[in-house]
């Protein structure tokens, strides 16, 4: 802003007029001011440049309002924010009936398992009683009573019952 003037010019300051001798030359408006007066002047521009910059901003926020306006009521951002309720509604409706179908085959699952288990417990009951019986039907009972286990394993096994 400011540059040292020749004495030997004895340029007059801008401000003082035909009283002070200047020493500084504002570069931005080529006057020339003594010591008191390049401080006001100083100070004038720092004001103006306040001045602007309080200007551009309450342009540029005058600007953001106009553009959150514009953009919340253009009927695309409507229509998408409308697609995008009616999309987190669509998924949680197919996760709450996934989780329910779990459920279902979580309980079947439990229920067959309760059924062959209490099959099996009755079927050993009985073999117990009737150990002193043939061979033959201990054998047969035998082999009804490995089957059922092994189904009750792959029931559990698959299913992964908690």
């Not at 309980?107 to 067959?112: A, L, M, P, V």
């Given at each position: ?120 417990v009755i079927n050993i009951h009985i073999i117990k009683k009737r150990r002193q019986r043939s061979c033959m ?26």
């Amino acid at each position: 802003m400011a540059s040292s003037s020749s004495s030997s010019s004895k340029a007059l300051c801008a401000t003082c007029v035909n009283k002070g001798v200047g020493i500084f030359k504002c570069e931005g408006c080529a006057q020339v001011f003594c010591r008191k007066h390049v401080i006001e002047h100083r100070d004038i521009l720092s004001h103006q440049l306040d001045e602007i910059v309080l200007e551009y901003d309450i342009l540029q926020q005058t600007i953001g309002e106009y553009k959150d306006k514009q953009n919340h009521g253009h009927p695309l951002i409507k229509q998408i924010d409308k697609w995008e309720r009616d999309s987190i509604e669509k998924i949680q409706k197919t996760a709450d009936e996934a989780r329910q179908q779990v459920n279902d085959l979580t309980n079947s699952q439990k229920g067959k398992l309760k059924r062959n288990k209490l099959f099996l417990v009755i079927n050993i009951h009985i073999i117990k009683k009737r150990r002193q019986r043939s061979c033959m039907i201990l054998l047969n009972n035998y082999e009804r009573l490995v089957k059922t286990m092994i189904m009750l394993k792959q029931i559990f096994e698959h299913g992964q019952l908690s």
